[in-house]
Structure formats: structure tokens, C-alpha cells
């Protein structure tokens, strides 16, 4: 994909710039904002949220364009490191920028000599914005992040539904209004200023359980390895991260709960793979297997926020 050539073009004020960029330009500045925001809430020592800021956006953009160009396969071979650098060409990993935003958060903490905790905090309420916006540019993209021809008519018309042969879910959409959504349950969560690094491992436990379903959803497999996609992989990985250090905070690490929490990962990934076969393979009803694999990510999330809760009073 040549992101040149194929990028649509838009004016604004008379000046022309592309549509992508504008919605991913938006959600940095979002981005900035929310992050001096809530890092005034959190009394973050001065110049903390301009370091951060600047090495977070490096860190970000770098990490998510080596994801990408790792993982991405083209004709059956990894993509050749002389083009890495091409930016014009290709794609980036979503995945890779949420690990740059954390590495260069983490490093702005050493450097301001902060809690590590809290500024990964305000990083994961700030990325989402940015998040959101990016996932509401790809409409300007062409046949990027849609879901498989809709079995049913029940969406067909609406702005949810593209294409006019064959029309998909715009997978795009439910994506950013599930980084709305996890926005403001987090934004509610910060004001109430608990202790470092709980914000973070709510949103490995949430924004991972639900990147499954929007990961499964879309169907243009430029990141995969057969039926499964390599970004739903990471995803399953941030929900399991999120367990393990939720475990470890909890007042109860080695109790049935814990036990539970770590089986639930386990059954998880079995009961997702499983369910991404039927949907590839099956004429199972899509939205049954749907439901089956809200409730089966859900469960882990559930468990992991409930042993969250737990946590001992330092």
C-alpha cells in the first residue's frame, strides 16, 4: 500500500493536506492536551509533560513503524530493513505505538526522576484520544480496517456498513468508540488519583479485551499469520500482562481468584482461536460467535480488574 498515491487529499483554510494525517495530527494535539491535563491534576513536577510529550511521540512513531515492518510479510517474506525508512509506503503497528508512548514515558520518568507508575498513567488516558482519531481517519483510507461481507441487511444503509456490492462493517468505527468509551471510564478512574500503575494495568485488561474483538472484526489481514492476526496476538498479550501484575498487586496472589484469573487466560486463547476457525471456516451465526467471544474475553478482564481491587494498602 503507497500511502502517496492512494491518500486522499483535502483543503482546508486553502491549504491542501492529507485527510489521514489531519485526523491523526488532531488526536496528537488531543493527545498533548489531556497529558498537560491530567498530569496538573497529578502535581507532575515542572517540564515533566513536555519531555514526555516530545519523547513519547519519537518513541512512538519509531516503535510502530519497526512493529510493522517486523511483523509484516510481503509475498512471504519479512519486509527488507532498506525499507523501513520509506514512510510513504506500508503501514504502521497500533500496537508498536502504545509500547513507543510507554518506553518514552518510562524514560521522561527516570530522566524527571517521577514514579514510573504515574506517568504510564497519564500516557495510557492520553494515547487514547490519538487512538480514536487515527481509527476515524481510516475512513479515508480504501477498503482498510473492514470487517467481512455482512451475512445479515440489518446494517446495510447505515454509516457503519461500506461498500455497495458487498457491504462490510466499517470496523474503524467500533474501534475508535471503543477508545471513547475506555477515554471516559479512565478519565473518571484518574480523579480519583490511585496509586501508580493501576490506571495502567486497567487499561492492558481493557483496551486488550476489547482490541480481540475489534482485531477479529477486521478482515484485511495485513498483519497475520493465517486466520489469526498478529495485532490480536498482542492484544491477548496485554489482557495476560494485565492479569499477572493485577495478581501480583492483589492482596489475595495466591488465592482461587488469582488461580482463576491465570486458568480464564488460558481457556481465552483456546476458546479465540477456536472461535476465529469458526468464523473462517464455519457458516456458524457470526454474531453468536461474537457474543461467545465478548463473554470470553471478558471473563479474564473481569477477573484481573476484580483482583485489582484487592490490592494492599501500602
Known sequence: MNLIDEAVIVELFGIRMYAFGLYVALGALFAVIVL??????????????????????????????????????????????????????????????????????????????????????VLSLAVLPLIAAERIGENRIEDFDISRPLDSTFLHGTFLAVGEDEPCLATYYVAAAAAVILFVVLAFRLCRNGKPGNLTIEFLLLFGASAIITESLRYDRFLSITFVGLQQIAAALMVAIGVILAARRSNRPKSVLAA???????????????????????????????????????????????????????
Open 260 to 314: 482463576a484469573a491465570i486458568t480464564s487466560l488460558l481457556l481465552m486463547v483456546g476458546a479465540v482461536i477456536g472461535l476465529e476457525f469458526a468464523l473462517d471456516r464455519t457458516t456458524w451465526n457470526k454474531i453468536m460467535i461474537y457474543i461467545l467471544m465478548i463473554i470470553t474475553v471478558g471473563i479474564p478482564a473481569g477477573l484481573g480488574l476484580k483482583l485489582l481491587a484487592s490490592e494492599k494498602e501500602k
Open 36 to 121: 498537560a491535563i491530567a498530569g496538573r491534576m497529578l502535581g507532575l513536577k515542572k517540564g515533566t509533560v513536555p519531555l514526555t510529550a516530545v519523547l513519547s511521540y519519537i518513541c512512538g512513531l519509531v516503535l510502530s513503524r519497526v512493529c510493522f515492518c517486523l511483523l509484516n510479510q510481503e509475498l512471504g517474506q519479512m519486509t527488507p530493513v532498506s525499507f523501513w525508512p520509506h514512510l510513504d509506503g506500508g503501514g504502521w503497528s497500533m500496537f508498536g505505538l502504545i509500547g513507543g508512548v510507554w518506553l518514552g514515558g518510562y524514560i521522561s520518568a527516570k530522566v524527571m526522576k517521577e514514579k514510573p507508575g504515574r506517568i504510564l498513567d
